[in-house]
């Protein structure tokens, strides 16, 4: 609204819902956040970093502490802005979005969820409820970002989640910020490293593939060339870090 991208003549306020929409629950293989749970309960949760550590990487670099205060998940996925960290780390995660509206309730997928830059698939009568990650054995993530300055927008981001077994690769995901209309995962990463040891020349190749598959505009904050670039070299650092880390669990 300050933006003067939308205006209304009605405004409600939902942070009167935020006692039954805040947590962040381990259930089997799947953890539930509600839509209401703040950045900072994110970044702090302990929970979530022994999981998904990628969580803490990312809020260490949204925003400060003000925003993270009072800023949701929700909102933050709901905003659908391009540069939207939390995008990129549900994408990897390969979250699923609850929407509840007066109907009832409907599942989807992180694909299906974004219908463009500051667009969703939540209806006029609808809100969304709560994200949904799936856990899965022998998985990790992490988040590399480039910003400016301290606590702003990306530049580029990538946001990463491996899973192995027995030294190989059974299955990853690379989502990116900030380099295209929105944050989608890139299928043939996945394709390319299921199967496969992880490598330095294995993870370059990953990398060469989110620099093609992205569609960065040139702005104030880098060229095409460069933002192709950052996301090249961040897939891999997120990539190699997300494997670090399954290394030290079974340590
Ligand atoms: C100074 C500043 C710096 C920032 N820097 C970063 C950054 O570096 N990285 C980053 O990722 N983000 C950044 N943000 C955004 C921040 O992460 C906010 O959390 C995010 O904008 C959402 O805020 P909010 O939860 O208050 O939602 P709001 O601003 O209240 O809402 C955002 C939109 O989502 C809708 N909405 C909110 N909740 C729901 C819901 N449950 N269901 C349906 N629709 C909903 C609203 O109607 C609105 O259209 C920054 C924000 C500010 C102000």
Not at 204 to 225: F, K, M, N, W
Request: proline letters at 4%; hydrophobic letters at 40%; aromatic letters at 6%.
């Amino acid at each position: 609204m300050k933006l003067r991208l939308a205006s209304f003549d009605t405004l409600i306020d939902i942070n009167g819902l935020h006692d039954e929409l805040s947590y962040i629950r381990h259930e089997g293989d799947e953890v539930r956040i509600g839509a209401l749970t703040r950045h900072r309960d994110l970044l702090e949760s302990q929970e979530l970093f022994t999981l998904f550590p990628i969580f803490r990487d990312a809020e260490h670099v949204i925003a400060d502490p003000v925003v993270r205060n009072r800023g949701t998940l929700g909102g933050s996925l709901c905003q659908a802005d391009p540069s939207e960290d939390l995008s990129a780390v549900c994408t990897a995660l390969n979250a699923s979005c609850v929407i509840r509206g007066s109907d009832g309730e409907r599942v989807v997928s992180m694909e299906d969820f974004y219908r463009g830059p500051y667009e969703t698939a939540v209806g006029d009568a609808e809100i969304l409820t709560e994200v949904r990650l799936p856990v899965r054995p022998g998985g990790s993530s992490a988040y590399r970002k480039v910003e400016r300055r301290a606590g702003d927008w990306a530049v580029t981001s990538s946001a990463a989640a491996v899973w192995m077994s027995e030294g190989k690769i059974t299955d990853a995901r690379v989502g990116l910020a900030a380099v295209g209309p929105n944050t989608t995962g890139i299928p043939a990463i996945s394709e390319l490293l299921r199967g496969q040891a992880p490598s330095d020349e294995l993870f370059s190749r990953a990398g060469a593939l989110a620099a093609e598959a992205c569609t960065p505009a040139q702005d104030l904050r880098g060229t095409v060339e460069y933002k192709r670039h950052l996301a090249n070299e961040l897939t891999k650092r997120a990539l190699n870090a997300s494997v670090e880390r399954i290394n030290e669990q079974g340590a």
